[in-house]
């Protein structure tokens, strides 16, 4: 391995997590890793600070793209959700769990392509405000300004702060509910304003808009999962810093089931889309260690 590539794979991870949380789709983000690899090579011996010049690269790159993704969101079949990645690497903080979490990422689908940039830069990694208007190529006013929008922005949003201990066992206790048909006892684990997102991208069988409330809510979940419905098996994992539901049909993952609450659930989102599966069923394929886990 020559100089140049051993450079660059120490920032492949990093890189690939910045391009997936502005992103929200690991394989936009791994042909945006790819697309600075081809700017990288040749160019390294008149780099003096590979690191900034990687993420500048990386960020404008994204900065790019965002504008033709929000374009081809609006008209998407259904709601829709980032791709889901795995991410259970025990080294890996509370902090960095959080910035990778589909409500996250959802939510970052509100702010312009500069706030976002700079929200990630930010928040997710520590750089500082003359760092990211050097990346941007505005004012550290400017860099601060961005900032505090986001930050306004993404405070109007309602949000549960939970951790995946505590949404483990009531994630549990939810599938079983549904898979045994129990509508009363799948109801008193639900929030009064709980909401169901199904992603299939109208490409597979799913709600072409988000379900509201407690009894229909319950009554979707079972006439989908309950007795006779699911002819699958399912597989708990960590995904987006979450415990998940892996659901396999004849072998194939083919469904991807999180929740979020404190107590009780307050958001469900599922993914059914094959295309955003193709990356994680890629992570699940591999014997060893997830190449493409953001850091």
């Given at each position: 391995?020559?100089?140049?590539?051993?450079?660059f794979?120490?920032?492949?991870?990093?890189?690939?997590?910045?391009?997936?949380?502005?992103?929200?789709?690991?394989?936009?983000?791994?042909?945006?890793?790819?697309?600075?690899?081809?700017?990288?090579?040749?160019?390294?011996?008149?780099?003096?600070?590979?690191?900034?010049?990687?993420?500048?690269?990386?960020?404008?790159?994204?900065?790019?793209r965002?504008?033709s993704?929000?374009?081809?969101?609006e008209?998407?079949?259904?709601?829709?959700?980032?791709?889901?990645?795995?991410t259970?690497?025990?080294?890996?903080?509370?902090?960095?769990?959080?910035?990778?979490?589909l409500?996250?990422?959802?939510?970052?689908?509100r702010?312009?392509?500069?706030?976002?940039?700079?929200?990630?830069?930010?928040?997710?990694?520590?750089?500082?405000?003359?760092?990211?208007?050097?990346?941007?190529?505005?004012?550290?006013?400017?860099?601060?300004?961005?900032?505090?929008r986001?930050?306004r922005?993404?405070?109007?949003?309602?949000?549960?702060?939970?951790?995946?201990?505590?949404?483990?066992?009531?994630?549990?206790?939810?599938?079983?509910?549904?898979?045994?048909?129990?509508?009363?006892?799948?109801?008193?684990?639900?929030?009064?304003?709980?909401t169901?997102?199904?992603?299939?991208?109208?490409?597979?069988k799913?709600?072409?808009?988000?379900?509201?409330g407690?009894?229909?809510?319950?009554?979707?979940?079972?006439?989908?999962?309950?007795?006779?419905?699911w002819?699958?098996?399912?597989?708990?994992?960590?995904?987006?810093?979450?415990?998940?539901?892996?659901?396999?049909?004849?072998?194939?993952?083919?469904?991807?089931?999180?929740?979020?609450?404190?107590?009780?659930?307050?958001?469900?989102?599922?993914?059914?889309?094959?295309?955003?599966?193709?990356?994680?069923?890629?992570?699940?394929?591999?014997?060893?260690?997830?190449?493409?886990?953001?850091?």
């Amino acid at each position: 391995m020559d100089q140049a590539t051993a450079v660059f794979d120490g920032q492949r991870p990093r890189l690939f997590g910045i391009a997936y949380r502005m992103l929200g789709s690991a394989h936009d983000a791994e042909d945006v890793v790819q697309d600075a690899w081809l700017r990288w090579a040749g160019h390294e011996e008149t780099v003096d600070n590979p690191a900034a010049w990687l993420t500048t690269v990386v960020t404008r790159l994204c900065l790019n793209r965002l504008d033709s993704a929000r374009a081809r969101r609006e008209t998407y079949v259904g709601p829709w959700l980032p791709e889901p990645i795995l991410t259970d690497d025990p080294a890996t903080t509370l902090e960095e769990r959080e910035s990778v979490s589909l409500a996250l990422l959802t939510t970052l689908e509100r702010l312009t392509p500069p706030e976002r940039a700079v929200y990630v830069l930010r928040e997710a990694f520590g750089h500082s405000h003359a760092e990211v208007a050097a990346v941007l190529d505005v004012t550290e006013a400017g860099s601060r300004q961005l900032h505090t929008r986001a930050r306004r922005h993404l405070a109007a949003v309602p949000t549960v702060s939970t951790t995946p201990a505590d949404v483990g066992p009531l994630l549990a206790r939810f599938v079983a509910a549904a898979r045994d048909g129990d509508l009363a006892g799948l109801e008193a684990l639900l929030a009064a304003d709980v909401t169901v997102w199904s992603d299939g991208g109208g490409k597979v069988k799913a709600a072409r808009r988000p379900v509201h409330g407690r009894e229909a809510v319950a009554r979707f979940l079972v006439g989908i999962l309950g007795p006779g419905r699911w002819h699958g098996t399912g597989a708990a994992a960590e995904v987006n810093g979450a415990p998940a539901v892996l659901a396999f049909l004849d072998g194939r993952l083919d469904g991807v089931l999180t929740v979020e609450g404190d107590g009780e659930v307050r958001a469900v989102r599922i993914l059914r889309n094959p295309d955003k599966l193709a990356f994680l069923a890629g992570q699940l394929s591999r014997s060893e260690g997830l190449s493409g886990r953001p850091s």
